[in-house]
């Protein structure tokens, strides 16, 4: 993935890793949440934690968070994995509700959370 695209396909984003800014590995992208008014990306859903699947925590983050680093061909997320382990966090049956009628009290979790490290979307 080029780093000079503007546009990129959600299909490429998916599996795309995600960095600290340390340089240590912490999860990948599995999936994104799209506003369906506007159509923009609202959230990257990154699995972190368990491994081979098991004991995987969602982390919905906020777009605006990520940084695309071409040298490390994935996102760099400025926060520490401690920071990433207090962050709000689902499972997937959790995050079916994200979306939902009644998005308000999960959004508002993660939003609150990331505000000190990123301004929220508009």
């Known amino acids: ?3 000079d695209h503007k546009l990129i396909l959600a299909s ?3 599996h795309t890793p995600v960095f600290n800014e340390d340089g240590w590995l912490v999860g990948h992208i ?3 949440s799209i506003d369906r008014e506007t159509g ?3 959230h990257a859903i990154m699995s972190f934690g368990g491994f081979l699947g ?3 925590r969602l982390h919905p983050l906020p777009w605006s968070i990520l940084r695309y680093d071409a040298g490390q061909k994935g996102f760099i997320v400025p926060l520490s994995r401690q ?3 207090d962050a709000p966090h689902y499972d997937a049956n959790e995050l079916e509700e994200f979306g939902g009628a009644t998005p308000d009290v999960k959004l508002a979790k ?3 959370y990331y505000g000190q490290f990123a301004a929220p979307p508009i």
């Open 1 to 3: 993935m080029a780093s």
């Open 30 to 32: 599995k999936d994104l």
């Open 54 to 56: 098991v004991g995987n």
């Open 40 to 42: 923009q990306v609202e």
């Open 110 to 112: 993660v939003f609150d």
């Open 83 to 85: 920071e990433l382990e």
């Open 12 to 14: 490429r984003v998916e």
